[in-house]
């Protein structure tokens, strides 16, 4: 699985017999590891499992792939792909991580992280 996952504080989880659809919000992370499909919003890290499918715009302090997800990826943190991820749409992060192996179709665009954007103020 992900480093540090066992840390991942989780609000809510979809289980591998489990299907989602619509607009899903947490103020916690998400963790899925079915199938999701529309929009997903957390405050905290979206984790998608290795055998899951998510069809969604995922909007996410942070977003770490083992599955595969169709849909933009909006992260304020980092966005990570294990070696079984596949992520086919637009990201926008702070940080993207892709390990050989690991399947990325679209365009990314980085942003600052929380702490350059608060160095960058003081030194201005």
Do not use: H, Y
């Amino acid at each position: 699985m992900f480093e540090g996952e066992d840390k991942v504080k989780i609000g809510s989880i979809i289980g591998r017999e489990a299907e989602f659809e619509g607009i899903m919000k947490s103020e916690k992370g998400v963790r899925i590891e079915g199938k999701a499909q529309g929009e997903i919003q957390a405050r905290g890290e979206v984790v998608v499992g290795k055998d899951a499918l998510v069809k969604a715009n995922i909007q996410a302090q942070s977003v770490s792939i083992g599955g595969k997800v169709v849909g933009n990826v909006d992260s304020q943190g980092r966005v990570e792909l294990s070696r079984s991820g596949s992520l086919e749409g637009n990201v926008k992060a702070a940080d993207l991580t892709i390990p050989e192996g690991a399947f990325f179709n679209g365009q990314c665009k980085m942003t600052s992280s929380q702490g350059d954007k608060a160095n960058s103020e003081k030194s201005g």
